[in-house]
């Protein structure tokens, strides 16, 4: 018989040595020293933002939501493969133990994300609901226990056939959280007790009888597998190239005008980057976030001329980051071998990177216009935009894809 | 002849209230090849992931000798093996790990493991390739290893999903040799095709299903009695069922 145990053991341990591997490369790249950066600021900002939030401020509400989706979303990576869909089926009884042990991770790195999370939120929980040290050990006890009846019963319920009947669980195990921390946080705690006399009716009673009613929902399982290991390479994909990332797509349909284009030869490319853009993965998100932020530093960066510069970074780190885009098509024979020139794609993904620059600026200089009213300035940030797409663009493509390919 | 796999009124799809399939009976008995066939789209491969105890039903039920999979999980699962469409191999595994793995999972002494494997490996001229990884494999040879892997078991019940695709001519005269083989010392084939030629060669009788139904099932002689073609050959009175031409 096939060793289940010996099979995940073999498992983790793949998959922590990739985890390190992608971190060590991660810390390697320029890109960690400016999140280091953005630690330091944002720490500073966090104290600053205590001061400023008012007497009134519904802290026991915001932290009481935010505890509660924290504990009702609770992935359990079982790294299952495609594979195993066919020959592990043989050994559905004996996966028990391969499961029990991928409950087991998930319960100790999701107790342990819980208390990072209720560290981070701790300067709040101390201004406005109780300081010590002690009710940080109960708080935090508390929180942690809930983390682990949720993964718990969350497994039980990954049994149930359909996803609209997950879904219902789901929601109930919100409504059973939000309550639960709600009392921890007024500090209620012969009411957390019942609580815990509810949940042990839940785990039991209810939760426990799917295993006696449905078998593995295989198919479901590898497919969240499948989705948190993307999860995981999209955020190491920021600073480093992933091979094996496989972009969702989404279909977005009230953006379907934007990727529309006539039907003529030269606009193939474009329609297909554009087309890509859209809905594939991450890119849109991508794009609106990276707007925000830039937003943010507009923001907070004292007005005057150097705020073009600020801008013009902001250009590079969207150019930089959607080159991804033209890389992944890098292996799709029919790309490759399209009747069109090496140089005219290039030069059809300058052109549409050009005008998502241009949008960029636009509203860069807008925002910045209505924030100083000093709108010379405001004017030359779209004029940087397309600068920077005239200049700098088409070297920096022309670098990045012979490097790539 | 005592049936192997039993669907009884089977109905099943991936949303509540919204069946795929709608009340499917049929049977696989011993010594028989049952060619399950149908449009892209028809259900056959949801129908299958209900006979793999990967779907559950929403109502009726499907029994292999006798049980269904929530009965016995385990005897169930191990009375057949499954050939899928695509090939899913592990990239880590060896082509002879990936035996080795199947072996295991079915319970085989290693001494029957090892008496099935070799000419098995010959036949379908793999066996100088034991060593090889999935990524140097063609589709026809990762096909070829799923196949390996589902012969070498000798299971009650082969359930075989489009199993020609990227195979060679030799490969597939071997596989049919082999299931023609199997069949005649008593096993059951459960066989989805597109290749109707073939289908009408090999199999004893044929399942068609249409948009979740099955809307025709017999021998060759009775789906041309049924469907009044006289002397047609399948690929006709398919095409003559596609087109909706029987209600």
Redesign the interface.
């Known amino acids: 018989?096939?060793d289940v145990k010996k099979l995940w053991r073999k498992r983790r341990n793949?998959h922590l040595t990739q985890t390190l591997k992608y971190f060590s490369l991660m810390a390697n790249s320029g890109l960690i020293v400016s999140l280091i950066l953005l630690i330091v600021v944002g720490s500073i900002y966090y104290a600053k933002l205590l001061k400023a939030l008012p007497e009134s401020f519904p802290a026991v509400l915001i932290l009481t939501l935010l505890f509660s989706f924290w504990l009702t979303k609770s992935p359990i990576r079982t790294l299952l493969?495609?594979?195993d869909?066919?020959?592990?089926?043989?050994?559905?009884?004996?996966m028990k133990q391969y499961f029990s042990q991928s409950l087991s991770s998930a319960i100790a790195s999701g107790s342990f994300m819980t208390l990072f999370l209720f560290t981070l939120t701790w300067p709040i929980v101390q201004v406005f609901i109780i300081d010590g040290w002690k009710m940080y050990v109960v708080f935090a006890f508390f929180l942690i226990t809930a983390k682990i009846f949720n993964l718990y019963v969350s497994w039980e319920e990954r049994r149930l056939?359909?996803?609209?009947?997950q879904l219902n669980y789901r929601i109930m195990r919100f409504i059973v959280n939000f309550v639960y921390v709600y009392l921890l946080f007024n500090e209620a705690y012969i009411f957390l007790i019942a609580m815990f006399a509810i949940m042990y009716v839940l785990k039991n009673f209810v939760f426990g009888v799917f295993r006696k009613?449905?078998?593995y929902q295989?198919?479901m399982l590898l497919a969240e597998e499948q989705n948190l290991k993307m999860k995981g390479y999209r955020l190491v994909n920021y600073f480093t190239d992933v091979p094996a990332l496989k972009q969702t797509v989404h279909k977005r349909p009230w953006l379907n005008s934007l990727g529309s284009f006539s039907f003529k030869k030269k606009n193939v490319m474009t329609a297909l980057f554009m087309k890509t853009f859209i809905r594939s993965g991450d890119y849109l998100g991508l794009y609106i976030r990276l707007i925000l932020i830039g937003f943010l530093f507009l923001y907070l960066i004292p007005a005057g001329w150097w705020q073009i510069a600020v801008v013009i970074l902001f250009f590079q780190m969207l150019t930089l980051q959607l080159f991804t885009l033209y890389t992944q098509y890098r292996w799709n024979v029919s790309f490759i071998i399209y009747p069109i020139e090496s140089d005219g794609k290039q030069a059809a993904f300058v052109k549409w990177l050009r005008g998502l620059l241009l949008l960029q600026g636009l509203l860069y200089g807008v925002f910045y216009g209505l924030l100083s009213g000093d709108w010379v300035i405001a004017l030359l940030m779209p004029v940087a935009a397309f600068g920077y797409s005239l200049f700098r663009l088409p070297s920096m493509t022309k670098k990045h894809i012979t490097l790539s390919s | 002849m005592r049936p192997i796999l039993e669907v009884k009124d089977l109905t099943g799809g991936?949303?509540?209230n919204q069946p795929v399939i709608h009340n499917l009976n049929f049977s696989v008995k011993e010594s028989e090849i049952v060619g399950l066939i149908g449009l892209n789209g028809a259900g056959k491969s949801t129908t299958i992931?209900h006979v793999?105890?990967?779907?559950?039903p929403m109502s009726g039920n499907s029994k292999i000798m006798g049980q269904t999979?929530?009965d016995e999980?385990?005897i169930y699962?191990?009375q057949f093996t499954?050939i899928?469409e695509m090939p899913?191999?592990?990239d880590?595994l060896t082509l002879w790990e990936?035996l080795e793995?199947?072996a295991?999972?079915?319970?085989l002494e290693e001494q029957t493991f090892l008496t099935r494997v070799r000419p098995l490996l010959e036949e379908f001229r793999m066996d100088n390739k034991i060593k090889w990884f999935p990524n140097q494999f063609s589709k026809g040879m990762k096909q070829k290893v799923?196949i390996l892997?589902a012969l070498l078991v000798e299971p009650r019940l082969y359930i075989v999903d489009e199993p020609f695709v990227g195979l060679d001519p030799l490969g597939i005269q071997s596989f049919l040799e082999y299931m023609v083989a199997f069949k005649n010392s008593g096993a059951g084939v459960l066989m989805s095709t597109h290749i109707l030629s073939t289908a009408e060669k090999y199999c004893d009788r044929f399942l068609i299903m249409h948009e979740g139904r099955l809307i025709l099932s017999g021998t060759l002689g009775e789906l041309r009695e049924r469907s009044g073609l006289k002397d047609a050959t399948l690929d006709e009175i398919y095409l003559y069922v596609a087109r909706g031409k029987v209600s």
């Open positions: 018989m096939i793949a493969k495609e594979g869909l066919v020959f592990l089926l043989p050994v559905e009884s004996g056939p359909y996803k609209s009947h009613v449905h078998g295989w198919e | 991936y949303m509540p992931k793999l105890g990967l779907m559950e999979f929530r999980p385990e699962r191990s499954y899928p899913v191999l592990y880590e990936h793995l199947t295991m999972a079915y319970g799923m892997c």
